[in-house]
Nanobody, 116 residues
Framework: QVQLRESGGGLVQAGGSLRLSCVAS????????MAWYSQVPGKERELVAT???????TYAGSKKGRFTISRDNAKNTVYLQMNSLNPEDTAAYYC??????????WGQGTQVTVSS
């Protein structure tokens, strides 16, 4: 059974930082491209950042420079370090895994709320 379990969300003041974690099980993590998405109510889920199996990151334009995605294959974990948070970053953040079989799995999400 595949599970992606996010953690690390919460309430933070503008300018603050959070680090999200996503622990994967049931997949070959090292062969999976991992990503973080954000979603606010009433809108589509948006890509925040992706990290390839070789560790190459890419970022959506609005988050570039403030967010850092990383992975630890030994721990089957992908991280999203979020700095200089602003209220527009408030959203549910979801972890996804795209496996070597080209199947995408999703976590349940973790809420990030940034107060002004």
């Amino acid at each position: 059974q595949v599970q992606l379990r996010e953690s690390g969300g919460g309430l933070v003041q503008a300018g603050g930082s959070l680090r999200l974690s996503c622990v994967a099980s049931g997949i070959i993590f090292s062969r999976s491209t991992m990503a973080w998405y954000s979603q606010v109510p009433g809108k589509e889920r948006e890509l925040v950042a992706t990290i390839t199996t070789s560790g190459t990151p890419t970022y959506a334009g609005s988050k570039k420079g403030r967010f850092t995605i990383s992975r630890d294959n030994a721990k089957n974990t992908v991280y999203l370090q979020m700095n200089s948070l602003n209220p527009e970053d408030t959203a549910a953040y979801y972890c996804s895994a795209r496996t070597h079989l080209l199947i995408t799995y999703w976590g349940q999400g973790t809420q990030v709320t940034v107060s002004s």
